[in-house]
């Protein structure tokens, strides 16, 4: 084979913000293809916030990415060789491929892409487990009704941007959080949210969410954690529910991160505060998938991603995550 | 009249533990009784934890007591003197009585108290406030499946002691944390629970919990907060529920307290955490209090109450709350 994989391994556990030196980037040759198998060149990988807690040595949903290991990534490639009769050459896969220009696998193991009229791409964000997730964290966990308030912090992020959307579609008012006024005006303008909180322009959080949340909150959907969630406690509505989604304020810290003092607020709002993980609904993945691409394709939900070029940038794309440099679905095209 | 009241207002707002330096003991004159009013003879009076929160100048689910104020307590006692035809003299009522000997209400303010065959206390306890809390915080907010874990903390208390007690009833394995090996004894001996974590003796909470709880907690009862609540959270079995209902060992706190800090636990677990107030399920108690009831004459259901004597003592009592001295419900006789 003449062709070279250029891949990301993990070389050493990170403490902190994760760089380069934690990785190692190589070429190596690509096997030859065993019976069944298939070779798909990468086109697009996913950069998620949730990537960040599987370099970490801990029990979680997942276990973490092994030293010397590809790093975990989900993706979308061509297939360039098949010894898989359902898997032909040029069809498109959905694959969990890692950060590598090609990976070989069993043809089940990847999922065949049929975008359709809607850019593959797509399939990674709206489409993807972040509208995965913002779908059933929304409608399954976080139960809104017609009317109620949804206040969703990281709003210009892949899964906030699908939450307010989706809690619009169903007939709720949509408060989210984002820093800086480019982001807000996006979240606003663009994704049609009722208002934005600009958190870094804001002198008092507990205030900005009184006053754009004047019912209280019904449900929050909460991406950061740290004192945003904290915050966001004292304002639910009587049985108000939180989603606990991800914490990404907290994923790059060093030192241990204080919880929410304020969740005897549960109490006095008779609130819950929930978390849940989007594998557990992948037998409804297709339903969410139609009715969403169905949204899209009527013009009433915005898949908004964020590109950037390059393999070698990976781990700049990550940290683009935790410095709030992105606005939608981060996607890495290789 | 001749009647004298003794009784207790506040009359400073308590920073931290109460002393009796913060109420003043007073007597005054019990007045005369107008058209449709009873005038009520304090038998016996409820002391529980919630009480120090109702000291503090904050919003919840009920107002703090006003400086001046008679403390507010529930309490059970014998109409002496009546100007209502359905409140005879010689009946006992159960009323918000408040820490004094005498109590002037309009009849309907005060509810008659049929206790038949059961002690009258029992009505402040099992078969009281602390009953209801126990059983719908438990059976509706916990919901607990024949066969699980319910692990609860203050399990020799008022609310405690009657959880573990339900979730046998329900078919549950109870495990409760308790504070001694004389109380641990009670739990387990007496109230039949299935083991008792003693945590001022144990080296390791969490390993306490894993020993007692090896299929993990699908129900966490916390009355306590503070580290046994986050000890506990990352003890929960895959979608267990924590059920908010008290964090006495904050109550008395001076500095603001730490939250949960292992609350993404929730996540890890899909897992919930609720709080809830027991008033809201007022329609509810005529039901709950007919079925305890039952249970308690059948002998499946212990109502275990600690008594302590003398209005004097309110204080006392209140604190005894908070270091642990007693043993289920703590009621003070007049």
Chains 1, 2 share one sequence.
């Not at 949204?295 to 390059?310: C, M, P, Q, Y």
Request: glycine share 12%.
């Amino acid at each position: 084979m003449a062709e070279q994989n250029l891949r990301i391994t993990l070389r050493e556990r990170p403490t902190g913000a994760v760089s380069m030196d934690h990785f190692t980037l190589e070429r190596v040759p690509v096997p030859a293809l065993d019976d069944g198998q298939v070779l798909v060149k990468t086109r697009y990988l996913s950069l998620d916030p949730a990537m960040r807690g599987w370099l970490n040595d801990v029990r979680s949903y997942v276990p973490p990415v092994g030293l010397g290991e590809v790093m975990r990534a989900q993706g979308i490639g061509e297939v360039i060789e098949s010894k898989h009769a359902e898997r032909p050459v040029g069809s498109l896969v959905l694959a969990n491929m890692g950060w590598q220009s090609h990976y070989v696998a069993a043809g089940a193991m990847v999922q065949p892409l049929e975008a359709g009229d809607l850019p593959p791409q797509t399939y990674l964000a709206a489409l993807g487990m972040p509208g995965m997730t913002a779908y059933f964290g929304l409608l399954d966990v976080g139960k809104p009704e017609q009317g109620q308030t949804v206040l969703v912090s990281g709003a210009a992020g892949a899964v906030g941007s699908v939450v307010g959307q989706i809690a619009k579609l169903e007939g709720c008012r949509a408060v989210g959080i984002a820093g800086g006024p480019d982001k807000c005006a996006v979240v606003v303008d663009e994704l049609g949210f009722d208002a934005c909180i600009d958190y870094k322009n804001e002198p008092s959080l507990s205030k900005a969410i009184r006053r754009t949340c004047p019912d209280g909150v019904h449900v929050y959907f909460d991406n950061v954690g740290g004192e945003t969630l904290n915050t966001a406690l004292r304002r639910m509505a009587l049985r108000g529910r939180i989603v606990i989604c991800g914490a990404i304020s907290t994923y790059n810290a060093t030192t241990p991160q204080p919880g929410p003092s304020n969740y005897m607020a549960l109490l006095v709002n008779r609130a819950r505060m929930e978390g849940f993980v989007v594998f557990d609904y992948a037998a409804r993945f297709p339903e969410a998938r139609e009715r969403m691409a169905q949204w899209i394709r009527d013009g009433k939900l915005i898949s908004r991603e964020h590109v950037i070029h390059g393999l070698e940038h990976a781990v700049d794309g990550l940290n683009m995550l935790f410095s709030g440099g992105n606005t939608g679905k981060l996607i890495l095209e290789v």
